[in-house]
């Protein structure tokens, strides 16, 4: 895959998962726009800077539409217009429906649905002209009941966007498409690491592949659906979850694989 000149905007850029996708594209010699709410998107920037790559980074809330624009216009002019877009970022505020309320469920509709909306709508009329590619985060939250239902929802909603992106916007050469991580080896897990160290182990029995994913896995994954190798794909929904979504392999080893 070959993404040579031309530019990936990545937002999320700052976190796990994000890192991996700024570096995995511009090993491909893609230049960056990287959008992250912290300011630590600068420092990633400037590190990345100093190996080689080209990249831009914007601090900005992709739950705020109008800051979200001034991103992204702050980032064609350093390095062009956005040519792949990946809506990396989202966060999950509470996990369960008891510690949710409606100031909670606002933020985290706004950081997931409504930031994948208002960062697609930045750049589709200059993919009109020229084609381009989207790839959506979603999670297998959005494919299934796994907790934290305000993001759940939100994700959920994102495969629907997508969907309804790929069937409008492909006439234009727009393809757009989504990936489904299931739990994925980030600093985000820490806290829970700190309190509980064996719990990335537990959850290893619930996934087929007997690990979870790595931040690389999904940007492999991404990358796919960006490049021309996937010319002919749009609207397709991808989970990258190390076989969670497949079934359930727990109940299925104990009841057909006992003497697997």
């Known amino acids: 895959m ?14 796990g998962i994000g890192q991996a996708l700024s570096r995995h594209f511009a090993s491909m010699g893609a230049k960056i ?3 992250d709410r912290s300011e630590a998107v600068k420092d990633f920037a400037r590190g990345l800077a100093k190996e080689g790559v080209t990249i831009e980074p914007a601090v900005a809330d992709i739950g705020d539409e109008g800051a979200v624009n001034t991103a992204f216009q702050a980032i ?19 996990s369960n429906l008891k510690k949710t309320n409606g100031a909670v469920w606002r933020a985290d509709v706004d950081s997931n649905l409504n930031g994948t909306y208002y960062c697609s709508a930045a750049v589709l009329p ?14 297998v939250n959005g494919l299934s009941t796994f907790g934290d239902p305000a993001y759940s ?20 050469g727009i393809r757009v498409n ?24 537990k959850l290893r029995k619930w996934y087929p592949l007997a690990r979870v994913v790595e931040p690389i896995d999904v940007a492999r994954a991404v990358a796919f659906l960006a490049s021309d190798d996937a010319g002919a794909i749009t ?19 104990e009841l057909t694989l006992e003497e697997f």
């Open 2 to 15: 070959d993404f040579t000149g031309k530019v990936v905007a990545i937002t999320g850029a700052a976190g």
């Open 33 to 35: 726009g990287a959008i």
């Open 76 to 94: 064609t002019a350093a390095i062009g217009r956005v040519d792949v877009l990946v809506n990396n970022a989202g966060i999950s505020r509470a």
């Open 126 to 139: 200059g993919m009109e002209k020229n084609g381009g590619a989207i790839v959506n985060i979603s999670s």
């Open 153 to 172: 929802a939100a994700k959920a909603g994102i495969i629907s966007l997508t969907k309804a992106m790929a069937m409008e916007y492909g006439r234009f």
């Open 178 to 201: 989504v990936v489904c991580p299931g739990t994925v080896r980030t600093p985000i897990w820490q806290h829970r690491v700190d309190r509980e160290p064996e719990i990335l182990a």
């Open 235 to 253: 609207g397709a929904v991808l989970p990258v979850d190390c076989g969670l979504t497949a079934g359930n392999i727990v109940m299925t080893r």
